[in-house]
């Protein structure tokens, strides 16, 4: 094994992970007790067909094990993808916060994150319409930070107390567990039409967001407003964000339910798959800052995790950068038992009252004692701090520490009155003094009482299509609610949010558009919301590209094509009707990398046909390549075509783009480039240039015809 030459901060916690690593290459297959097997394919019997013998410890303890194997899945984010990596801060913010780690710019701090969905269990598909969970782990050498967080800034509750039954409501209904990894029910809707603090949240929901393209084109939110305190014991509120390095991207709902079925892992698979061929993603870390005195500046309560802050108010300060760069050893031993918990925090990282925020402070931690079997969950490797740990906490089940001495108590002399407490100035955790004062209720602060004006500025601030996705989603999962009244209810709702809105969808589920405004859309919109606004410069690094041919393929529009994605960073793989080898125009065998029936459209960001007589006249009488093409041009994907290539997008019946007979043409998204008089392709740096910008460009909405073809 190569020497690892990453600096001994980074490497901490893989340094320590490594001697609980096993590799058994060349090794000899042994019980757990360490003794060496000799077959381990029968069972030891009474003769060839007599009865297995109880003495046979090495069939009792195999099957015993195997009993055991499954752990309780999580009851939310059961479904998640995991990787290694590493924070490095670009400056000293010790004017924010006495945390190490956001103070040693030369420092890499070891982290682990995972991705995952909420509503679905542990073996349900990646693309189902859902918030995403985006938690990470920071081995600091203060301890462990956890920063829990979703790819959505808000969440569907203000008080933790009303947890258990908004995933009640969203899980399969009880009677007959069903849906499975769905919202789209009656008892999901019963309940949001009864709690309308969820109406933000619902909003997001039915955006784009909740169908992300890739965890590496994801942005992520801490939720709630904590607070960084620095040394002199000054304290501000802050909203945590993680801004992707690709850009936020989404899938369009007709894909997503598609991949469900071709490619389950759709996500797992495209986190995976860019670590292990070096295309590491890499995320910002920001906050934004609100000094105390300002805390009741704003219209709304910066306590309410059913709020935001609009970034038009108050702007995303970056702290920091983060780079994942390697994947899992193990699943289950990293990923599975891994456990993230609010609560873990470190000296200039403390909490606010949020009432959410505050129930899981309780509930994280009581989680896990089920699910990993007691309080010695933190001695699991992926959990345990690069920080060294002295307590007195002792035993319990599955106890790995050997703890040496007489003593395990606090205070006392017999072991020098070790382990000490430390004072806040040499790096003991001290809770921010805040003055909490009030009598024992059960309500809520009437300044968590306004539930529709940031779901209007959500809406507000969406483009037009995103407008339409929204209504679209709402037609798809409050048409699927069988009870009348409850589809009412909601776009009363709606109408409150805004008028059009609620129209537009009361005329999709069945339900009497609302004749008038239920109150006046108040105008304001915040474009940081868009998914459409200007983001970071267009790139088509890490698209994938699928190149569909035949045999008699021109392989030099492949190789031309081939070599300007590889340039742009973009990957192209070659989809032809069989595995194995093409033979091109001129004789040349080309690789095939996937195959029609193991592939789809919706697999690949962009498409391209090259030329060649013999290729094109074979795609043409392939319903499965007419269907490619087809279902590319629906999802506004980018295509382009080279010479007789051009043929094919003409045989698929695009609707409402130009296809060239000669010359370049780019039109929609749609870069095609027929012969010219002598019989020579168009330059084939002008096409490619063009598509490489179209894929840099994202989708390309603008096409009208899209709705008309057949896909």
């Not at 080279?642 to 060239?660: D, I, K, M, N, Q």
Request: aromatic share 8%.
């Amino acid at each position: 094994m190569a020497a690892d030459k990453r600096p001994p901060h980074e490497r901490a916690k893989s340094d320590q992970l490594e001697p609980f690593r096993e590799d058994a290459d060349g090794a000899a297959l042994t019980t757990s007790q360490g003794v060496k097997v000799s077959n381990t394919d029968d069972s030891l019997t009474a003769g060839p067909r007599g009865p297995t013998l109880m003495e046979d410890f090495h069939f009792r303890e195999k099957l015993t094990h195997f009993d055991h194997e499954r752990i309780p899945e999580r009851v939310v984010h059961a479904r998640g993808s995991a990787a290694h990596g590493y924070f490095e801060c670009y400056e000293d913010f010790s004017d924010l916060t006495q945390a190490k780690f956001l103070r040693d710019p030369s420092a890499r701090t070891p982290v682990f994150v995972r991705f995952s969905t909420v509503v679905g269990f542990r073996g349900s598909a990646d693309t189902v319409r859902d918030v995403r969970g985006f938690a990470t782990k920071f081995y600091t050498e203060d301890g462990n930070f956890d920063l829990v967080g979703n790819n959505m800034p808000v969440f569907f509750i203000q008080d933790a107390i009303k947890f258990p039954d908004l995933v009640h409501s969203i899980k399969p209904q009880p009677h007959h567990e069903m849906p499975q990894a769905s919202a789209a029910h009656d008892n999901f809707w019963d309940f949001v039409s009864l709690t309308p603090e969820s109406l933000h949240q619902i909003m997001w929901v039915l955006s784009d967001r909740a169908l992300p393209r890739s965890y590496r084109m994801m942005e992520g939110f801490g939720v709630h407003t904590f607070r960084l305190v620095n040394a002199e014991g000054k304290a501000r509120f802050v909203k945590w964000h993680w801004r992707p390095k690709l850009g936020s991207h989404s899938l369009v709902w007709d894909e997503t339910q598609k991949l469900a079925g071709k490619d389950p892992d759709f996500n797992r698979r495209d986190l995976w798959e860019a670590i292990e061929t070096g295309d590491y993603p890499e995320y910002e870390l920001g906050v934004q800052v609100v000094e105390e005195a300002d805390e009741h500046g704003f219209d709304f309560d910066l306590l309410d995790p059913t709020k935001l802050i609009p970034e038009e108010l108050v702007p995303i300060r970056p702290l920091g950068r983060m780079v994942l760069n390697r994947n899992p050893d193990n699943f289950f031993a990293e990923t599975e038992q891994v456990a993230f918990h609010p609560g873990h925090v470190v000296p200039g990282i403390d909490f606010t009252n949020d009432p959410l925020l505050q129930g899981r402070l309780f509930s994280y931690l009581d989680t896990q004692l089920i699910r990993l079997g007691g309080p010695n969950f933190t001695e699991i490797p992926i959990n345990r701090p690069v920080a060294q740990v002295h307590n007195n906490q002792r035993d319990g089940y599955h106890r790995q520490t050997i703890n040496r001495g007489r003593t395990n108590y606090s205070p006392n002399t017999r072991g020098g009155g070790c382990p000490m407490t430390t004072g806040r100035m040499d790096g003991g955790y001290v809770h921010h003094q805040e003055k909490v004062e009030g009598r024992k209720v059960r309500e809520r602060s009437p300044s968590f009482g306004d539930h529709y004006s940031q779901a209007t500025l959500f809406w507000n601030s969406m483009s037009e299509v995103e407008k339409e996705h929204i209504v679209e989603a709402a037609h798809f999962e409050i048409g699927k609610v069988e009870e009348l009244a409850i589809r009412e209810r909601m776009v009363a709702h709606f109408n409150r949010i805004d008028h059009e809105f609620g129209v537009r969808v009361a005329r999709g589920v069945g339900v009497a558009p609302p004749a008038a405004p239920a109150e006046p859309n108040h105008g304001r919109s915040s474009p940081a919301l868009s998914l459409e606004r200007p983001q970071r410069p267009a790139s088509a690094a890490t698209r994938k590209v699928a190149i569909l041919a035949a045999d008699g393929v021109d392989e030099r529009d492949v190789a031309a094509m081939t070599a300007a994605l590889e340039a742009a960073g973009a990957e192209a793989m070659l989809v032809s009707k069989f595995a194995g080898e093409i033979t091109g125009a001129s004789g040349k065998a080309l690789k095939v990398d996937k195959m029609f029936i193991a592939a789809a459209s919706v697999m690949f960001d962009a498409v391209y046909v090259p030329g060649g007589r013999d290729s094109i006249a074979t795609l043409l009488k392939s319903g499965e390549a007419r269907h490619f093409v087809n279902e590319a041009f629906r999802h506004c994907k980018p295509l382009a075509a080279t010479g007789e290539g051009v043929e094919l997008l003409r045989g698929a019946s695009l609707s409402g783009v130009r296809l060239s007979d000669e010359g370049l043409v780019a039109d929609a998204g749609v870069v095609t480039a027929g012969q010219v008089r002598d019989g020579r392709h168009a330059a084939a740096d002008e096409v490619s240039r063009a598509f490489v910008e179209a894929i840099g460009g994202g989708r390309c909405w603008m096409r009208t015809g899209k709705d008309q073809v057949p896909a």
